[in-house]
Nanobody
Framework: QVRLVESGGGLVQAGGSLRLSCSASELRFSTHTLGWFRQAPGKERKFVASISRSGSSTYYVDSVKGRFTISIDVAKKTGYLQMNSVEPEDTAVYYC???????????????????WGQGTQVTVSS
């Protein structure tokens, strides 16, 4: 049974950095696309970033390009989202997700993923 567990969320000042982790037991990164989504209060869950099964290709929503970096550590079975120069608009619950069937360049909707973590709260103060 694939299980995803996020950690690393918290309170950070605008302009600061935070690194989110996604521990993925029973998941093989070689056969799954990994993605990060976020959901602000009262809003729908939205795509943030995805990384290909090989880890060689990454994709980002325009609002985080140049600030966030998605990566995976196959040996540790862990995915990461490095968040730099955070802004109050980045405040949300962040979810990692895995897709066994959609390639990273096409996996930008919640419906493209079949495994989800429980989420971790990120709050950016101004």
């Amino acid at each position: 049974q694939v299980r995803l567990v996020e950690s690393g969320g918290g309170l950070v000042q605008a302009g600061g950095s935070l690194r989110l982790s996604c521990s993925a037991s029973e998941l093989r990164f070689s056969t799954h696309t990994l993605g990060w989504f976020r959901q602000a209060p009262g809003k729908e869950r939205k795509f943030v970033a995805s990384i290909s099964r090989s880890g060689s290709s990454t994709y980002y929503v325009d609002s985080v390009k140049g600030r966030f970096t998605i990566s995976i550590d196959v040996a540790k079975k862990t995915g990461y989202l490095q968040m730099n120069s955070v802004e109050p608009e980045d405040t949300a619950v962040y979810y990692c997700a895995a897709s066994s069937w959609r390639a990273a360049d096409q996996a930008m909707g919640a419906q493209d993923y079949n495994y989800w973590g429980q989420g971790t709260q990120v709050t950016v103060s101004s």
